[in-house]
């Protein structure tokens, strides 16, 4: 079975300021790691993943995301927040095994960016 | 992407009564679909896994006779919440995969008065 813990449950940061996002996760068997964004009163919106390849994944609205197998860990950052950057945002995990894509999240982080 | 579609996506519905959300994937079959559920301010808690022809998979805690899932077609589940209550108010989101990659409803946020 696959758990994933972030650790902090709210991160506030001025704007313009950059933010890491802490995830770490555990599993007997290989994974799959996303990281997926919520606005409030919306769905999941998919920020990136990291299937296999290269440790750093990029994805959309600047954030970056680097892959530690050895610390077992999927931070999120981003150079320069900005206001709408404001959400809720969850560190996910699926077993490779897994064609059908379950998915475990995290507890979430709430980010909000203070002008 | 692949899209996935969520119906209704807000109801309000008196304690006793079934609701029935709608899951579709528009765009590419689904063999499989999840349902989850959210708490205010908290995560994303697995329900069940969605079997497209056959029983849905229901996580340690998730009573099946209240949250009745139906998986007729390859690109329908339905979750009936049965005979209501105000703690089950929630917002209740599906996923259905493609590619390997798990694409997810809009959500529905249920209230129970």
């Known amino acids: 079975a696959q758990s994933v813990t972030q650790l902090d449950s709210q991160v506030p940061v001025f704007e313009e300021a950059p933010v890491e996002l802490r995830c770490n996760y555990s599993?007997?068997?290989?994974?799959?790691l996303f990281w997926y964004v919520q606005y409030p009163n919306q769905g999941l919106q998919l920020l990136l993943k990291?299937?296999?390849?290269?440790?750093l994944v990029k994805g959309i609205n600047g954030f970056e995301a680097e892959f530690n197998k050895s610390q077992t860990s999927f931070h999120l950052r981003k150079p320069s927040v900005h206001i709408s950057d404001t959400a809720e945002y969850f560190c996910?995990?699926?077993?490779?095994?897994?064609?059908?894509?379950?998915?475990?999240f995290g507890s979430g982080t709430r980010l909000s960016i203070r002008p | 992407g692949a899209v996935v579609s969520q119906h209704p996506s807000r109801v309000i519905c008196k304690s006793g009564t079934s609701v029935k959300i709608e899951c579709r994937s528009l765009?590419?079959?689904?063999?499989?679909m999840f349902w989850y559920r959210q708490f205010p301010k908290k995560s994303l808690m697995l329900m069940a896994t969605?079997?497209?022809?056959?029983?849905?998979?229901?996580e340690q805690g998730v009573e099946k006779d209240k949250f009745l899932i139906n998986h007729a077609s390859l690109t329908l589940s339905t979750l009936t919440v049965t005979s209501a209550h105000p703690e089950d108010s929630s917002f209740y989101i599906c996923?259905?995969?493609?590619?390997?990659?798990?694409?997810f409803g809009q959500g529905t946020r249920l209230t129970v008065v």
């Open positions: 996923s259905a995969a493609s590619g390997g990659e798990a694409f």
């Open positions: 599993s007997s068997v290989s994974v799959y």
């Open positions: 990291y299937l296999s390849g290269s440790t």
């Open positions: 996910a995990v699926s077993d490779q095994d897994s064609s059908a894509s379950k998915i475990i």
């Open positions: 765009d590419f079959q689904a063999t499989t």
């Open positions: 969605s079997n497209e022809g056959s029983k849905a998979t229901y």
